[in-house]
């Protein structure tokens, strides 16, 4: 059960026969019933991540604050969302969900939470498609690790590998979040 409001989980229709299979990976017109958003995705993204690495928790601000549909087409992740927006009753609550090419989920991050993921898989590739541009001044990003979030990362079977980065981001009660 999803416990932040505004996160979706998209579950594709798979027709598969002998050929293999077939998926709609995205539908603007099933994204709008699910989500009752009108998102515009301005860009796609993709990242390949070896086992053990953990990316995030990252967002943008306004003006140029990021939704996200991200799902995994090879490997897997523990997929995480925190609520950064402090006037939320849901403020410093994270969600996670196991995405995999195995599975097809997708999930919905909505402007307002910060996006994490520890690959559980060597050679995993995650895609991302965002509603607003890349923007090096207003990204930001919290701790992955900080004990107030207490995000129940699962171990995997060598060494977490994290940026230099996420490692030194700042904790959730230091970070430039939402305010509203």
Known sequence: MISLLGIHIFEPQVHTDHRGHFFESFSER??????????????DNQSRSRLGVIRG?????????????????QGAVWDVVV?????????????GIELSAANR????IPPGFAHGFLATADQTDL???VTAPYSAEWERSV????PAIG??????????I?????????????????ES
Do not use: C, M
């Open 30 to 43: 099933s994204f709008e019933e699910e989500t009752g958003i009108e998102a515009r995705f301005v860009q």
């Open 151 to 160: 995000i129940n990362w699962p171990t995997v079977s060598t060494d977490r």
């Open 83 to 95: 609520d950064i927006r402090r006037a939320s009753e849901t403020f410093g609550d994270w969600f």
């Open 127 to 129: 895609l991302y498609k």
């Open 105 to 108: 989920r997708q999930l919905w």
């Open 143 to 146: 701790r992955w690790d900080d």
């Open 57 to 73: 928790l990252h967002y943008q601000l306004p003006p140029v604050a990021q939704g996200k549909l991200v799902r995994v087409v």
């Open 162 to 178: 994290i940026s230099d980065r996420d490692a030194n981001a700042p904790l959730l009660r230091h970070a430039d979040i939402f």
